[in-house]
C-alpha cells in the first residue's frame, strides 16, 4: 500500500545522495497511533452499555468471520451489523488496499479496550465498527486518502444505503474508521444487510463483490454518492 505522504515524501528526496532511502508503505503496526503525522487526542473512559451509536455492549453477540478474498479474520456483532461491516472491509481490501499484507495494521474490529481517543471509537466495544489500516489512518491523522480511493468510499457508503458513517467525516478525523449509523432494529438496515451479505441466498442483484464490481465514476453512482456525502457532512 502506497500512502500519499510516503509517496510524496520519496519524490521530494529523490534528489539528495545522501538521503536515506524512503519506504513507500505505511507506518507499521508497532508505530505510536500519531505515526502519520496526527496528534494522539486526549484519552477518554468508557463506562457505558452501549456504544455511541445506540448498540448494547454485549460479548455474547460477537462472533469470528473473515474479510472475503482475504482471510483476515475479524470478531463482529453477528447478524446485519457483521453483513454490511464485511461488505466494507471487502471492498476496501478489492479496491483500495490488500488487508492481508501486513502492512497499516490490517483491521480492528471488535474490542473490550475502553480507553478511547474519541466516542466514535466505542462502536468497536459492541462489534459495530471496523478500523481498514488503522496504523496508516490513525486517530486525528494528517494523512488522508488520494482522490479515487476517496471517490470509492464514497460509493461503499452509497453501497450503504447511510446506516455506515466514515471517519474522514468526523471530527476528530479518522480515514480507516468506519461504523453503523443505523440504530438496532432498523429496516433499512436490514434491507440493505439482506442485499450485502454475500452468504445469504437472493434473487436480487448483489451489490459490489469480487468479479461483480460497477464503476464508481459511473454518472449515477457519483449523483447518489455526492447526495449522501452532502446529507452526512450538513
Known sequence: ??????????????????????????????????????????????????????WPIDPGAIAAFRVEGSGVPVRLREGDAAAVLLHVARRWHYEIAPLDSGEGGGVTAHTTRRDLGADFESNHLSGTAVALHPTAYPLAGSEGLWPHQEAIVRDILADCEGTVVWGGDLTPVKVSHFHLAARPGDRTLARVAARLDTGRPTTAPRAQTAGTVADPAAPARRLKARRLERAQTS
Open 1 to 54: 500500500m502506497i500512502s500519499r505522504r510516503s509517496l510524496l515524501g520519496a519524490v521530494a528526496g529523490a534528489g539528495a545522495l545522501t538521503l536515506v532511502q524512503h519506504t513507500l508503505t505505511p507506518a507499521p503496526a508497532v508505530a505510536a497511533p500519531d505515526a502519520a503525522g496526527g496528534t494522539e487526542p486526549d484519552t477518554i473512559r468508557w463506562t457505558g452499555k452501549k456504544s455511541a451509536n445506540g
